[in-house]
C-alpha cells in the first residue's frame, strides 16, 4: 500500500507551487491528501485561473482547515509526510511554537513527533531576524525548510521549470522518484534541456 502525502496550501504568495505539486503527484499515481487554508483559497484566485474545484479534484481526499478530527490530526494515521506549499510565515510561527489552532499546523506537528518529513516552502522576502529565529526553531524540532529559491545550472527556460526544480527538490525530501528537472552530473555536463513533468 502506497502511503498518502499530505499537502498543504497556505496563503502566501506562490499557491502555483501547491497546485502543481498536486499536479505532478497525480501523474506519479502518489495519493494525496489535501488541506487548503482559507488564505490559500484568496490567493488562488488573483494568482492563477484555477477554481477551488479544480484544486480539490486534484486530490484524493480534501480537508477542511478547521477539521480538527481529521484523520491527519493523528500519529496512527500512517503517511509517507507532508510538504507545506507554500508556507506562510504565520504557518512557520505556528508549527514552531507548537500552536496547533487548525489543521494544517496540528498534521505538522503530527510530522514532527512522529519522526516524519514534513517540508515547508516558506514564502516571504526579505527576511528579517523573527522569520530566522523561527526558522531555526522549526529546524531544530524537525522540519525541513526549503524556501522556492531558483536554481540555474539545469538552464531553464520557463517558470514552470523553475517551479518542477523546487518542487523536485522537496519530492526528494519525502522519497518519491521524479524527473521534474535535470540533475547536476559533474562540471561540463549536458545541462541544456530542462526535464519535463512526467506523464
Known amino acids: 500500500m502506497?502511503?498518502?502525502l499530505i499537502v498543504a496550501i497556505t496563503g502566501a504568495t506562490g499557491v502555483i507551487y501547491g497546485v502543481e505539486l498536486l499536479r505532478v503527484l497525480k501523474s506519479l499515481g502518489?495519493?494525496?491528501?489535501?488541506?487548503?487554508s482559507e488564505a490559500a483559497g484568496?490567493?488562488?484566485?488573483?494568482?492563477?485561473?484555477?477554481?477551488?474545484?479544480?484544486?480539490?479534484?486534484?486530490?484524493?481526499?480534501v480537508y477542511s482547515n478547521k477539521d480538527i478530527?481529521?484523520?491527519?490530526?493523528?500519529?496512527?494515521?500512517?503517511?509517507?509526510?507532508?510538504?507545506?506549499?507554500?508556507?506562510?510565515?504565520?504557518?512557520?510561527?505556528?508549527?514552531?511554537?507548537s500552536f496547533t489552532y487548525?489543521?494544517?499546523?496540528r498534521a505538522?506537528?503530527?510530522?514532527?513527533?512522529e519522526g516524519r518529513k514534513l517540508v515547508l516552502l516558506v514564502r516571504e522576502t526579505p527576511l528579517h531576524r523573527g522569520h530566522l529565529e523561527l526558522m531555526t526553531r522549526?529546524?531544530?524540532?524537525?522540519?525541513?525548510?526549503?524556501?522556492?529559491?531558483?536554481?540555474?545550472?539545469?538552464?531553464?527556460?520557463?517558470?514552470?521549470d523553475l517551479i518542477h526544480q523546487t518542487l523536485g527538490?522537496?519530492?526528494?525530501?519525502?522519497?518519491?522518484?521524479?524527473?521534474?528537472f535535470q540533475r547536476w552530473t559533474g562540471h561540463g555536463a549536458d545541462t541544456k534541456e530542462p526535464r519535463r513533468t512526467p506523464g
Not at 80 to 95: D, E, Q, W
Not at 102 to 105: A, D, G, I, S, T
Not at 108 to 113: E, G, I, M, R
Request: proline share 7%.
Open 108 to 113: 505538522a506537528d503530527v510530522q514532527l513527533k
Open 138 to 160: 522549526a529546524a531544530d524540532c524537525g522540519a525541513v525548510l526549503l524556501p522556492p529559491m531558483p536554481a540555474f545550472y539545469h538552464r531553464p527556460r520557463t517558470i514552470m
Open 69 to 97: 478530527g481529521a484523520a491527519v490530526a493523528s500519529g496512527s494515521f500512517r503517511t509517507r509526510g507532508m510538504i507545506v506549499a507554500p508556507c506562510t510565515v504565520k504557518t512557520l510561527s505556528a508549527i514552531a511554537n
Open 102 to 105: 487548525n489543521l494544517v499546523v
Open 2 to 4: 502506497t502511503l498518502p
Open 30 to 36: 502518489q495519493p494525496t491528501h489535501l488541506i487548503l
Open 169 to 180: 527538490k522537496a519530492l526528494d525530501q519525502v522519497g518519491i522518484e521524479h524527473d521534474l
Open 42 to 61: 484568496m490567493n488562488l484566485a488573483i494568482e492563477t485561473d484555477d477554481t477551488l474545484e479544480d484544486v480539490r479534484a486534484l486530490a484524493d481526499v
